[in-house]
Protein backbone atom coordinates (compact mmCIF):
# COMPACT_ATOMS: atom_id res chain seq x y z
CA UNK A 1 0.00 0.00 0.00
CA UNK A 2 1.31 3.59 -1.02
CA UNK A 3 2.78 5.44 2.19
CA UNK A 4 -0.15 7.54 3.68
CA UNK A 5 1.39 11.09 3.42
CA UNK A 6 2.83 10.68 -0.57
CA UNK A 7 0.03 12.73 -2.08
CA UNK A 8 1.03 15.40 -4.28
CA UNK A 9 4.48 16.55 -2.57
CA UNK A 10 6.60 13.35 -4.34
CA UNK A 11 7.50 13.33 -0.29
CA UNK A 12 9.09 9.80 -1.11
CA UNK A 13 12.13 11.03 -3.57
CA UNK A 14 15.19 10.46 -2.77
CA UNK A 15 15.43 14.18 -1.59
CA UNK A 16 12.78 14.05 0.86
CA UNK A 17 14.96 11.21 2.53
CA UNK A 18 18.20 13.10 2.89
CA UNK A 19 18.98 14.10 6.24
CA UNK A 20 18.18 17.86 7.41
CA UNK A 21 20.34 20.39 7.13
CA UNK A 22 18.64 23.52 9.26
CA UNK A 23 19.21 27.21 8.85
CA UNK A 24 20.75 29.50 11.94
CA UNK A 25 16.68 30.26 12.61
CA UNK A 26 15.48 26.56 12.47
CA UNK A 27 18.55 25.27 14.40
CA UNK A 28 17.21 27.71 16.89
CA UNK A 29 13.62 26.80 16.72
CA UNK A 30 14.92 22.91 17.23
CA UNK A 31 16.85 23.75 20.15
CA UNK A 32 14.14 25.67 21.87
CA UNK A 33 11.41 22.54 21.38
CA UNK A 34 14.46 20.26 22.70
CA UNK A 35 15.16 22.93 25.66
CA UNK A 36 11.22 22.56 26.63
CA UNK A 37 10.75 19.00 26.14
CA UNK A 38 13.54 18.36 28.36
CA UNK A 39 11.93 20.90 30.60
CA UNK A 40 8.62 18.94 30.74
CA UNK A 41 10.52 15.57 31.15
CA UNK A 42 12.21 16.73 33.77
CA UNK A 43 9.34 17.86 35.51
CA UNK A 44 7.86 14.32 34.77
CA UNK A 45 10.09 12.63 36.11
CA UNK A 46 10.75 14.72 39.62
CA UNK A 47 8.01 16.86 40.45
CA UNK A 48 4.58 15.76 41.18
CA UNK A 49 1.95 18.38 41.26
CA UNK A 50 -0.34 18.80 44.37
CA UNK A 51 -3.84 16.85 43.66
CA UNK A 52 -5.41 19.07 46.22
CA UNK A 53 -5.37 22.75 46.49
CA UNK A 54 -6.64 24.34 49.19
CA UNK A 55 -7.35 28.16 49.83
CA UNK A 56 -9.99 30.48 51.59
CA UNK A 57 -13.38 29.45 50.91
CA UNK A 58 -11.74 27.35 47.68
CA UNK A 59 -10.76 23.58 46.64
CA UNK A 60 -8.96 23.21 43.30
CA UNK A 61 -8.50 19.76 42.29
CA UNK A 62 -6.03 17.86 39.82
CA UNK A 63 -7.96 16.21 36.75
CA UNK A 64 -6.52 12.71 38.24
CA UNK A 65 -8.78 12.95 41.37
CA UNK A 66 -11.76 12.52 39.33
CA UNK A 67 -10.30 9.39 38.05
CA UNK A 68 -9.25 7.84 41.16
CA UNK A 69 -12.81 9.24 42.66
CA UNK A 70 -13.72 6.87 39.50
CA UNK A 71 -11.93 3.81 40.45
CA UNK A 72 -13.17 4.15 44.49
CA UNK A 73 -16.78 4.17 43.07
CA UNK A 74 -16.08 1.26 41.10
CA UNK A 75 -14.54 -0.65 43.56
CA UNK A 76 -17.17 0.02 45.60
CA UNK A 77 -19.60 -1.17 43.80
CA UNK A 78 -21.45 2.00 44.26
CA UNK A 79 -24.39 3.68 42.23
CA UNK A 80 -21.86 5.47 39.64
CA UNK A 81 -23.66 8.58 39.06
CA UNK A 82 -25.33 9.12 41.77
CA UNK A 83 -24.91 13.19 42.85
CA UNK A 84 -24.46 12.03 46.89
CA UNK A 85 -22.54 9.15 45.87
CA UNK A 86 -19.86 10.81 44.34
CA UNK A 87 -19.66 13.48 46.10
CA UNK A 88 -19.75 11.74 49.54
CA UNK A 89 -16.53 9.89 47.71
CA UNK A 90 -14.79 12.94 46.98
CA UNK A 91 -14.86 14.54 50.25
CA UNK A 92 -13.48 10.88 51.73
CA UNK A 93 -10.56 11.71 48.60
CA UNK A 94 -9.95 15.48 49.82
CA UNK A 95 -10.18 15.14 53.65
CA UNK A 96 -9.75 17.16 55.75
CA UNK A 97 -11.29 19.61 53.23
CA UNK A 98 -14.44 19.47 52.51
CA UNK A 99 -16.74 20.38 49.81
CA UNK A 100 -19.90 20.70 48.71
CA UNK A 101 -19.72 20.42 44.90
CA UNK A 102 -18.98 16.82 43.11
CA UNK A 103 -16.30 16.88 40.47
CA UNK A 104 -17.66 15.33 37.42
CA UNK A 105 -16.45 12.60 36.05
CA UNK A 106 -18.18 12.14 32.58
CA UNK A 107 -16.64 9.06 31.20
CA UNK A 108 -18.67 5.90 30.30
CA UNK A 109 -19.12 3.20 33.32
CA UNK A 110 -16.93 0.92 31.60
CA UNK A 111 -13.95 3.47 32.41
CA UNK A 112 -14.97 3.33 35.71
CA UNK A 113 -14.70 -0.36 35.85
CA UNK A 114 -11.18 -0.42 34.24
CA UNK A 115 -9.95 2.61 36.36
CA UNK A 116 -10.80 0.16 39.68
CA UNK A 117 -7.38 -0.78 40.02
CA UNK A 118 -6.40 2.72 40.78
CA UNK A 119 -8.04 2.41 43.89
CA UNK A 120 -5.58 0.01 45.50
CA UNK A 121 -3.15 2.75 46.31
CA UNK A 122 -3.02 5.90 47.49
CA UNK A 123 -4.11 9.04 45.54
CA UNK A 124 -0.64 9.86 45.15
CA UNK A 125 1.18 6.78 44.72
CA UNK A 126 -1.71 6.07 41.78
CA UNK A 127 -0.91 8.92 40.02
CA UNK A 128 2.85 8.24 39.98
CA UNK A 129 1.84 5.16 38.69
CA UNK A 130 -0.50 6.00 35.88
CA UNK A 131 2.18 9.00 34.99
CA UNK A 132 5.08 6.47 34.72
CA UNK A 133 2.89 4.31 32.45
CA UNK A 134 0.52 6.31 30.32
CA UNK A 135 3.23 8.63 28.93
CA UNK A 136 5.87 6.06 27.83
CA UNK A 137 2.67 4.11 26.49
CA UNK A 138 1.78 7.16 24.80
CA UNK A 139 5.49 7.78 23.19
CA UNK A 140 6.09 3.98 22.46
CA UNK A 141 2.86 3.77 20.97
CA UNK A 142 3.40 6.54 18.61
CA UNK A 143 7.10 5.60 17.90
CA UNK A 144 5.64 3.16 15.95
CA UNK A 145 3.74 4.70 13.62
CA UNK A 146 6.95 7.34 13.30
CA UNK A 147 9.00 4.75 12.26
CA UNK A 148 6.75 3.34 9.99
CA UNK A 149 6.66 6.41 7.96
CA UNK A 150 9.27 5.87 5.35
CA UNK A 151 9.76 9.37 4.01
CA UNK A 152 11.16 10.91 7.36
CA UNK A 153 14.45 11.09 7.87
CA UNK A 154 16.33 10.39 11.32
CA UNK A 155 16.27 14.21 12.54
CA UNK A 156 12.25 14.02 10.99
CA UNK A 157 11.95 11.31 13.51
CA UNK A 158 13.37 12.31 16.47
CA UNK A 159 12.17 16.02 16.04
CA UNK A 160 8.88 14.65 15.96
CA UNK A 161 9.33 12.60 19.25
CA UNK A 162 10.77 15.37 21.18
CA UNK A 163 7.62 17.38 19.79
CA UNK A 164 5.51 14.93 21.47
CA UNK A 165 6.18 16.41 24.59
CA UNK A 166 6.77 19.86 23.67
CA UNK A 167 3.31 21.31 23.32
CA UNK A 168 0.90 22.59 25.72
CA UNK A 169 -1.68 19.85 25.71
CA UNK A 170 0.89 17.18 26.39
CA UNK A 171 2.15 19.61 29.52
CA UNK A 172 -1.70 19.49 30.64
CA UNK A 173 -1.95 16.26 29.89
CA UNK A 174 0.98 15.08 32.22
CA UNK A 175 0.34 17.94 34.79
CA UNK A 176 -3.04 16.93 35.24
CA UNK A 177 -2.61 12.86 34.91
CA UNK A 178 -5.39 12.86 31.95
CA UNK A 179 -6.02 10.35 29.52
CA UNK A 180 -4.10 12.07 26.28
CA UNK A 181 -1.08 10.05 26.56
CA UNK A 182 -2.81 6.42 26.28
CA UNK A 183 -5.54 7.70 23.54
CA UNK A 184 -2.29 8.94 22.00
CA UNK A 185 -0.87 5.33 22.07
CA UNK A 186 -3.98 4.02 20.82
CA UNK A 187 -4.84 6.24 17.81
CA UNK A 188 -1.84 6.07 16.29
CA UNK A 189 -1.65 1.84 16.87
CA UNK A 190 -4.91 1.93 15.13
CA UNK A 191 -4.17 3.87 12.38
CA UNK A 192 -0.85 2.23 11.69
CA UNK A 193 -2.12 -1.00 12.01
CA UNK A 194 -5.64 0.06 9.62
CA UNK A 195 -3.43 1.29 6.95
CA UNK A 196 -1.30 -1.92 7.21
CA UNK A 197 -4.00 -3.72 7.14
CA UNK A 198 -3.25 -5.63 10.44
CA UNK A 199 -7.01 -5.75 11.21
CA UNK A 200 -6.88 -7.64 14.41
CA UNK A 201 -4.70 -4.88 16.18
CA UNK A 202 -6.59 -2.50 14.50
CA UNK A 203 -9.89 -3.84 15.63
CA UNK A 204 -8.29 -4.07 19.85
CA UNK A 205 -7.30 -0.49 19.45
CA UNK A 206 -10.43 0.59 18.53
CA UNK A 207 -12.14 -1.25 21.18
CA UNK A 208 -10.57 -0.02 24.07
CA UNK A 209 -10.91 3.31 22.60
CA UNK A 210 -14.30 2.86 22.10
CA UNK A 211 -14.99 1.94 26.14
CA UNK A 212 -12.83 4.78 27.21
CA UNK A 213 -13.84 7.62 24.62
CA UNK A 214 -16.69 6.02 22.51
CA UNK A 215 -17.04 9.30 20.70
CA UNK A 216 -13.43 9.11 19.10
CA UNK A 217 -14.13 5.55 18.57
CA UNK A 218 -17.59 6.58 16.39
CA UNK A 219 -15.18 8.69 14.04
CA UNK A 220 -12.39 6.12 13.44
CA UNK A 221 -14.75 3.32 12.92
CA UNK A 222 -16.37 5.26 9.48
CA UNK A 223 -13.79 3.84 7.64
CA UNK A 224 -14.35 0.65 8.80
CA UNK A 225 -17.78 0.22 7.74
CA UNK A 226 -17.42 2.55 4.31
CA UNK A 227 -13.99 0.29 2.88
CA UNK A 228 -15.65 -2.77 4.64
CA UNK A 229 -12.64 -4.11 6.49
CA UNK A 230 -14.84 -6.46 8.85
CA UNK A 231 -12.31 -7.95 10.44
CA UNK A 232 -11.82 -4.73 12.30
CA UNK A 233 -14.83 -5.48 13.87
CA UNK A 234 -14.20 -8.62 13.82
CA UNK A 235 -11.98 -8.11 17.06
CA UNK A 236 -13.38 -4.73 18.28
CA UNK A 237 -16.96 -5.89 19.03
CA UNK A 238 -15.98 -8.45 20.82
CA UNK A 239 -13.57 -7.12 23.27
CA UNK A 240 -16.15 -4.11 23.71
CA UNK A 241 -18.36 -6.77 24.37
CA UNK A 242 -16.75 -8.49 27.21
CA UNK A 243 -16.16 -5.04 28.62
CA UNK A 244 -19.48 -4.03 28.24
CA UNK A 245 -21.39 -7.49 29.94
CA UNK A 246 -18.57 -7.27 32.91
CA UNK A 247 -19.93 -3.33 33.55
CA UNK A 248 -23.61 -4.06 33.94
CA UNK A 249 -22.44 -7.23 35.66
CA UNK A 250 -21.19 -5.01 37.94
CA UNK A 251 -22.73 -1.84 38.43
CA UNK A 252 -26.62 -3.11 36.62
CA UNK A 253 -28.47 -2.40 33.47
CA UNK A 254 -29.30 1.33 35.04
CA UNK A 255 -25.99 2.50 35.05
CA UNK A 256 -26.54 2.90 30.79
CA UNK A 257 -29.47 5.54 30.93
CA UNK A 258 -27.90 6.75 34.38
CA UNK A 259 -24.60 8.00 32.54
CA UNK A 260 -26.95 9.49 29.30
CA UNK A 261 -28.58 11.60 32.31
CA UNK A 262 -25.76 12.79 33.98
CA UNK A 263 -24.12 13.61 30.85
CA UNK A 264 -26.79 16.47 30.41
CA UNK A 265 -26.86 17.26 34.23
CA UNK A 266 -23.21 17.54 34.78
CA UNK A 267 -23.12 20.77 32.12
CA UNK A 268 -25.92 22.48 33.44
CA UNK A 269 -26.38 21.77 37.57
CA UNK A 270 -24.52 23.66 39.64
CA UNK A 271 -23.56 20.56 42.06
CA UNK A 272 -20.90 20.01 39.63
CA UNK A 273 -17.84 21.43 38.51
CA UNK A 274 -14.51 20.67 36.36
CA UNK A 275 -16.31 20.62 33.00
CA UNK A 276 -15.44 23.87 31.78
CA UNK A 277 -17.56 24.21 28.87
CA UNK A 278 -16.26 27.67 27.67
CA UNK A 279 -12.76 26.61 28.08
CA UNK A 280 -13.01 23.85 25.60
CA UNK A 281 -11.65 24.00 21.73
CA UNK A 282 -14.51 22.39 19.59
CA UNK A 283 -17.05 24.02 17.65
CA UNK A 284 -19.47 24.51 20.43
CA UNK A 285 -17.37 26.75 22.34
CA UNK A 286 -16.45 28.59 19.41
CA UNK A 287 -19.96 29.23 18.23
CA UNK A 288 -22.13 28.83 21.33
CA UNK A 289 -19.63 30.93 24.24
CA UNK A 290 -17.16 32.83 21.79
CA UNK A 291 -19.76 33.80 19.01
CA UNK A 292 -22.82 34.04 20.37
CA UNK A 293 -21.80 34.48 24.14
CA UNK A 294 -24.14 32.44 25.71
CA UNK A 295 -24.57 30.65 28.73
CA UNK A 296 -24.74 27.27 29.35
CA UNK A 297 -27.92 25.64 29.11
CA UNK A 298 -29.99 23.30 27.21
CA UNK A 299 -29.40 24.97 23.95
CA UNK A 300 -25.57 24.79 24.61
CA UNK A 301 -25.82 21.16 25.55
CA UNK A 302 -27.72 20.00 22.96
CA UNK A 303 -25.81 21.82 20.60
CA UNK A 304 -23.13 19.67 20.97
CA UNK A 305 -24.98 16.80 20.09
CA UNK A 306 -25.28 19.02 16.62
CA UNK A 307 -21.87 19.54 16.06
CA UNK A 308 -21.04 15.66 16.70
CA UNK A 309 -23.65 14.91 13.60
CA UNK A 310 -21.85 17.41 11.78
CA UNK A 311 -18.43 15.70 12.28
CA UNK A 312 -19.93 12.08 11.68
CA UNK A 313 -21.31 13.48 8.21
CA UNK A 314 -18.17 15.42 6.68
CA UNK A 315 -16.24 12.42 7.64
CA UNK A 316 -18.17 10.19 5.59
CA UNK A 317 -18.22 12.04 2.88
CA UNK A 318 -14.42 12.31 3.10
CA UNK A 319 -14.28 8.64 3.49
CA UNK A 320 -16.55 7.83 0.48
CA UNK A 321 -15.21 10.37 -1.69
CA UNK A 322 -11.55 8.75 -1.03
CA UNK A 323 -12.52 5.23 -1.11
CA UNK A 324 -10.54 4.47 -4.15
CA UNK A 325 -7.75 6.36 -3.70
CA UNK A 326 -5.39 4.22 -1.27
CA UNK A 327 -3.23 6.83 -1.40
CA UNK A 328 -5.20 9.74 0.12
CA UNK A 329 -6.39 6.75 3.06
CA UNK A 330 -3.79 8.66 5.54
CA UNK A 331 -4.97 12.50 4.69
CA UNK A 332 -8.95 10.97 5.28
CA UNK A 333 -8.26 9.16 8.62
CA UNK A 334 -5.88 12.84 9.40
CA UNK A 335 -8.73 15.43 8.33
CA UNK A 336 -11.38 12.84 10.14
CA UNK A 337 -8.99 13.49 13.39
CA UNK A 338 -9.67 16.99 13.39
CA UNK A 339 -13.61 16.57 12.82
CA UNK A 340 -13.18 14.36 16.01
CA UNK A 341 -11.52 16.84 18.08
CA UNK A 342 -13.02 20.36 16.38
CA UNK A 343 -16.74 18.77 16.30
CA UNK A 344 -16.43 16.34 19.20
CA UNK A 345 -18.66 16.92 21.88
CA UNK A 346 -16.28 17.38 24.54
CA UNK A 347 -12.75 18.42 23.69
CA UNK A 348 -10.43 20.13 25.99
CA UNK A 349 -6.81 21.01 25.37
CA UNK A 350 -5.02 18.59 26.45
CA UNK A 351 -7.61 16.27 24.19
CA UNK A 352 -5.37 17.94 20.93
CA UNK A 353 -2.26 15.77 21.58
CA UNK A 354 -4.09 13.37 19.28
CA UNK A 355 -3.36 16.29 16.34
CA UNK A 356 0.12 14.38 16.50
CA UNK A 357 -1.22 11.22 14.64
CA UNK A 358 -2.49 13.33 11.81
CA UNK A 359 1.27 15.73 11.63
CA UNK A 360 3.04 11.89 11.40
CA UNK A 361 0.38 10.82 8.51
CA UNK A 362 0.39 14.16 6.84
CA UNK A 363 3.52 16.19 6.95
CA UNK A 364 6.49 15.48 4.42
CA UNK A 365 9.55 16.79 6.89
CA UNK A 366 9.97 18.87 9.67
CA UNK A 367 11.93 21.31 7.44
CA UNK A 368 9.61 24.10 6.55
CA UNK A 369 11.47 24.46 3.01
CA UNK A 370 10.01 21.26 2.21
CA UNK A 371 6.65 21.91 3.22
CA UNK A 372 7.06 25.75 0.88
CA UNK A 373 7.94 23.39 -2.28
CA UNK A 374 3.92 22.36 -2.49
CA UNK A 375 1.83 24.86 -4.57
CA UNK A 376 -1.42 23.80 -3.10
CA UNK A 377 -1.70 26.35 -0.38
CA UNK A 378 -4.25 24.51 1.65
CA UNK A 379 -1.70 22.17 2.28
CA UNK A 380 1.00 24.01 3.13
CA UNK A 381 -1.01 26.30 5.58
CA UNK A 382 -1.60 22.34 7.47
CA UNK A 383 1.98 21.52 7.23
CA UNK A 384 2.96 24.81 8.45
CA UNK A 385 0.53 24.86 11.47
CA UNK A 386 1.69 21.41 12.57
CA UNK A 387 5.14 22.41 12.22
CA UNK A 388 5.06 25.66 14.15
CA UNK A 389 2.26 24.56 16.67
CA UNK A 390 4.98 23.70 19.33
CA UNK A 391 6.28 27.55 19.49
CA UNK A 392 2.45 29.10 19.32
CA UNK A 393 2.27 26.43 22.01
CA UNK A 394 5.44 27.73 24.20
CA UNK A 395 4.02 31.52 24.05
CA UNK A 396 0.91 31.14 24.58
CA UNK A 397 1.42 28.46 27.64
CA UNK A 398 3.81 31.05 29.01
CA UNK A 399 1.50 33.87 28.75
CA UNK A 400 -1.43 32.09 30.19
CA UNK A 401 -0.74 33.30 33.38
CA UNK A 402 -2.53 36.31 32.38
CA UNK A 403 -5.34 34.50 31.38
CA UNK A 404 -6.34 30.97 30.51
CA UNK A 405 -8.17 31.87 26.90
CA UNK A 406 -4.26 33.06 26.27
CA UNK A 407 -3.66 29.42 25.64
CA UNK A 408 -6.87 27.70 24.44
CA UNK A 409 -7.94 30.41 21.61
CA UNK A 410 -4.62 29.48 19.76
CA UNK A 411 -5.80 25.92 20.25
CA UNK A 412 -9.04 26.75 19.19
CA UNK A 413 -7.82 28.42 16.24
CA UNK A 414 -5.50 25.73 15.25
CA UNK A 415 -8.56 23.70 15.42
CA UNK A 416 -10.39 25.58 12.65
CA UNK A 417 -7.65 26.15 10.24
CA UNK A 418 -6.73 22.40 10.37
CA UNK A 419 -10.23 21.89 9.54
CA UNK A 420 -10.98 24.11 6.86
CA UNK A 421 -7.27 23.71 5.08
CA UNK A 422 -7.82 19.57 5.57
CA UNK A 423 -10.77 19.43 3.71
CA UNK A 424 -10.06 21.95 1.21
CA UNK A 425 -6.52 19.92 0.38
CA UNK A 426 -8.38 16.68 -0.31
CA UNK A 427 -11.07 18.29 -2.41
CA UNK A 428 -7.89 19.27 -4.32
CA UNK A 429 -6.82 15.91 -4.65
CA UNK A 430 -9.86 14.14 -5.27
CA UNK A 431 -9.83 15.91 -8.99
CA UNK A 432 -6.18 15.28 -9.52
CA UNK A 433 -6.24 11.65 -11.92
CA UNK A 434 -2.58 11.23 -10.46
CA UNK A 435 -2.49 13.11 -7.44
CA UNK A 436 0.94 14.83 -8.53
CA UNK A 437 1.30 18.38 -9.00
Same mark, same amino acid.
Given at each position: ?P?????????????????????????????M??????????????????M??????????????????????????????????????????????????? *???????T???????????????????????????????????????????????A??????V???????A????????????????????????????????????????????I????????????????????????V???T??????????????????????????????????????????????????????????????????????L????????????????????????????????????????????I?????????????????? *???????????????F??????????????????V?????????????????????
Open positions: MDSASVSDNSKSDNSKKEFRPSKIQFAYFSILAWAGNVLLFFATTNPDIMTGEGSLRLADFVGYYEAARLAAAGANLYDFNTQLTALNQIVAPAHTDIA *WAIPYPPFYLLAAPLSMLSLTDAYVLWKFVSVPIGLLGTAVLVWAQERFSKIDRAIMVALANTPALLIRAGQFSYVALALVSLYCWAFLQKRFIIAGLCLGVLGVVKPHYAFLAIPVFILRYWKVLASAVPLAGIGVAVARFGFHVLPDYVHYLSEVYTSPNYTAISPAEQVNMRALIMYDILQMPTSNIVVAFGTVSLLIGLALAVWWLKSAKKPELYGWAMSVTLVLSLFCGPHVHIHDCLLLAVAAILTPSVSPSVVMKSKDTAYRV *WCMTMLLYPLVSFISNLSIFGTAIRTYPILAQNILTVSGILYMMRQWKQPDLSE
